[in-house]
């Protein structure tokens, strides 16, 4: 009998002992919410026609020289509080963004969202 | 409550708002000063000064019963509605409205795809739909068309056509309101019409005859003040197999002439996609003595400039051509391209750029792989929306002339050395100098662009902007070149500028407007065309 235990114990080794619990509903709100407002502009990757960042991410990465991280995934000081300075006034070239394109509630996701995604972030 | 429109009273103002949250839903009602600043122009170059046109209140309709609501209420009270679908009009006055105090009708909620057809290439979209919206519903249907977008992609192809914005694929594709088919507008007495087909009951082919019977409205509701539109069909282009780039560059200034020629005979045999010019020499103006050449008062000579040239080891210009289809037909087109003009230009040289199966890997569409540096947008060269653009956006924004001439080599000098010197006065970066290359977005004409940055905190540079603005418009009309679009604070200037027949369209256009409008309700002033309770309004008179 012992093999077969050992052999389930293996084969639920990877979920049981290394899965993460799924993301909070805000998060996953927060993601759909940050891929389609905020990632084109401030996510991570990599430009357009050999641009090494995205204009947001290029543009923090200019203010802030390194202070913090450019991408806007791997802050962690951006609460909903401050999301809703920036989003609703805008800073900079960024406009404003209106309540019937994304909600307060929205808002709040996405500060979920980057919470989780920069659990791991150097500060 | 902030701002009121001219002769109504914040008592009507009120009921009006009450009467509308009654019918959409207090939620999408928005009158407070924190809802009120995302309408407000974030490009402005007048930012709060008196000049600034600001809403006064914004709704935001689920579908086109409630714009019907929305608008019967406002013909009640004899309150301007000013339309907005994504509200990414920027350089060109964003979301802000031409009269203060409007109520913005924010169509974003209303942003279904309602169709993507790819036996017959074409979508029926709602005014609120993006570009990446509708990119995004292509894909996950998996059809087999391309959409043609601007940059950025978060505009509304809705609005961006009714802006008469433009794309980056094969011309009849890039001009966007050109490329609609079929429109369905709510008018100013609540009533909803469609045009062409739409207009026959059971018709099946709204988005592939645009006319129908009769004359065709269509054209009203561009940069117009007809009606509040809530559907629009598009034309769209069969995905590709291949694509296929190549560059061309001729030695001298003149050579441009027959370059243009060439690449217009290319163009409107449907062989080639957008032409992308340039000139080589651009990368000299960082050097002061190409510079005070390439600006010189009254234009440089061909001599001088061919010299500069030659000691530069640089060829005039340049352009990049790109080919759709399948394989053997990009290459068939772009040997006949290159062999066209290489034969007819002496010193004309080819080099044959990028070329792969469709759709692009990510490195392809990231453009880093051409075997020269390349001015293409990739992004919009393949239908796939983005903000990369927004790279070149500087302080706070800018303000955007473009002024349309034609797809001429002669016509690209004159308004290099006309511009250039109109605008000498004013302390901004060189838009207008001898290496200044035509933009080819719509289908058969050039435009420029002088789109100098604005700054929120520099009133005086603000002010200098605008007056920079203001003799483009002029200096450019007195030459036969127009605007194609404008910001509602230029709206006037640049309609003032057509005005052949003593502004006879304008006088026609206004006289329709009263008709079809006669509270003048929707959008007073867009496009320059003024209902007669506000006519006095015309350029900053403000008396209603």
Known sequence: MTRPILWLIAALAPVTLYA???PAPSVQRGQAVFGKWCAPCHGAG?????????????????????????????????????????VRGGIGAMPMFRRAEVSDADIAAIAAYLRFTSAGARR | MAVLPPGVSAADFAAALSQMATALGADWVFSSDDDLGPYRDSFSPVWDTARERRAGAAVAPADVAQVQSVVRIAARYGIPLFPISTGKNFGYGGPSPNVNGSIVVDLKRMDRVIEVNDQRHFA???????????????????????IDC???????PVGNALERGVGYTMGHFRDHFGAHCGIEAVLPNGEVVRTGMG?????????????????????LFAQGNFGIVTKMGFRLMPA????????????????????????????????VGEAVYGSPLASLMGRPDFLALATKPGGASDTDLDAAASAAGLPSWQVELQFYGPEAATAA????????????????????????????????LANTTQPYHSLIRRNGAMGVPSLGIWKIVRDNGHVGFFPVLPRSGEACFDMQRVMCDALREFPLPPFFSA???????????????????????????????????????????????????????????????????????????????????????????????????????RDGRTSA
């Open chain 1, 20 to 22: 993460k619990p799924a």
């Open chain 2, 240 to 271: 590709p197999e291949h694509y296929r780039s190549g560059l061309i560059t001729v030695p001298r200034r003149r050579d441009f002439v027959a370059l243009v020629d060439h690449v217009n005979y290319l163009s409107d045999s449907f062989m």
């Open chain 2, 333 to 364: 087109q772009w040997a006949y391209a290159r062999d066209r003009i290489c034969s007819a230009i002496p010193g004309a040289k080819a080099v044959a750029g990028e070329h792969f199966s469709l759709p692009p890997t990510p490195d392809q």
């Open chain 2, 124 to 146: 029926l979209v709602e005014p609120g739909v993006s570009y990446f919206d509708l990119y995004r519903a292509v894909q996950e249907r998996g059809a087999k068309v391309w």
């Open chain 2, 150 to 156: 601007p940059d950025p992609g978060w505009g509304s």
């Open chain 2, 199 to 219: 207009a026959l009951p059971g018709s099946q082919s709204w988005q592939e005859y645009k006319y129908g019977f009769g004359p065709d409205p269509a054209g």
């Open chain 2, 435 to 537: 290496v200044t290359a035509p933009l080819y977005w719509h289908t058969f004409a050039f435009q420029m662009v002088f789109a100098p940055s604005v700054k929120r905190d520099d009133p005086a540079h603000n002010a200098m902007v605008d007056r920079a603005m203001r003799k483009a418009v002029e200096v450019a009309a007195k030459h036969g070149w127009g605007d194609y679009r404008a910001a509602p604070i230029y709206q006037d200037a640049v309609a003032d500028t057509y005005s052949f027949g003593d502004h006879a369209l304008r006088r026609m256009l206004e006289s329709m407007k009263d008709a079809i409008d006669p509270q003048g309700i929707i959008a007073p002033g867009r496009g320059g065309i003024w209902p007669r309770r506000y006519r006095e309004s």
């Open chain 1, 46 to 86: 990599r430009g357009d026609d050999g641009a090494p960042m995205l204009p947001g991410t290029a543009a923090l990465a200019a203010r802030y020289k390194g202070a913090v991280p450019a991408a806007l995934q791997s802050r962690r000081d951006l609460p909903a509080e401050a999301l809703q300075v920036f």
